[in-house]
């Protein structure tokens, strides 16, 4: 009998998959990544517990692409700062992903609040241009000039947090009680440029970020990074106290009580 695709995986097929996995090597993404001070009450507010605001209201949004062979990638993300039992890092709000690979595993296994979207990073001579966009709006944007080079740093460690969480089949809650994640991502950067410009934040239903505003600008910078990560389960949280915001990962949060109609299967 030929094989059917849809059974069972070997043992020794599970076990390559995961081998191939831990080889990968270095992938170098080109990304501009702008940070902000917004609005502190702002900051506060899109944190669930037991997350809390860092020491400064900072926003971050990161666009990058990946010039991988016959599949490019553009990623991007928009986070605030966040502290967490003593550990400094950010949340992300929304990250948008250009294929349903990358947007997957994120989503599935860490959590990460991954949305089809587009992602654009384009730089002419000096001139550099970087966006986020969904449903037609490009919601966030990022332009500038070269200004020059910057000292590279050595490798550094990033924590994100996300909510890894499951609603619940009756539409009540969730199946389980949520778990926050901490991401630990080690990167390396390889080229550094500043860049003299601003971010401009735009009117969306779907993904407010324009919610917090660029009080001031702190950084914009262009360059290539390669980046692994990690995470860990940090603690099991209050599915009541997660509820309110769980909207922050769906464009219409009644869409996770959405079913097939009766008879359509």
């Known amino acids: 009998m030929a094989r059917v695709r849809y059974g069972a995986r070997t043992e020794a097929e599970i076990q390559a998959a995961r081998t191939a996995n831990s080889k ?9 990544v702008a940070v ?4 502190p009450d702002a900051v506060a507010a899109v944190l669930p517990p037991p997350l809390k605001p860092g ?6 949004a990161n666009i990058s692409t990946v010039d991988l062979p016959g599949y490019p990638l553009g990623a991007g993300s928009v986070a605030v700062a966040a502290v967490h039992d003593g550990q400094e890092g950010w949340y992300p709000l929304v990250m948008p992903m250009t294929h349903e690979r990358a947007l ?7 959590g990460e609040p991954k949305k089809l979207g587009e992602v654009v990073v384009e730089r002419d001579g000096l001139v550099v241009r970087a966006s986020l966009a969904r449903h037609g709006i490009a919601f966030v944007e990022v332009r500038g000039a070269v200004e020059g080079p910057l000292p590279l740093p050595g490798p550094t460690r990033r924590t994100d947090f996300y909510f890894k969480f499951l609603p619940a089949v009756d539409g009540e809650g969730f199946d ?6 901490h991401c630990v991502r080690n990167e390396k950067v390889r080229t550094l440029e500043k860049v003299t410009g601003d971010v401009v934040l735009r009117e969306s239903m779907y993904d407010p970020v324009a919610d917090l505003p660029v009080r001031r600008l702190v950084q914009i910078t262009i360059g290539e990074k390669a980046t692994d990560q990690r995470g860990t389960v ?4 209050s599915a009541q106290a997660l509820l309110p915001y769980i909207h922050q990962r769906y464009d219409d ?13």
């Open 24 to 32: 990968l090597p270095d992938i170098w993404s080109t990304g501009v």
């Open 234 to 237: 940090a603690e099991r949280v």
């Open 253 to 265: 949060p009644r869409q996770i009580l959405d079913g097939p109609p009766e008879g359509s299967l």
């Open 36 to 39: 902000w001070e917004s609005d």
């Open 55 to 60: 020491e400064r209201p900072l926003v971050r």
């Open 176 to 181: 389980a009680d949520p778990v926050l994640v």
């Open 104 to 110: 997957i595993g994120g989503r599935e296994v860490f």
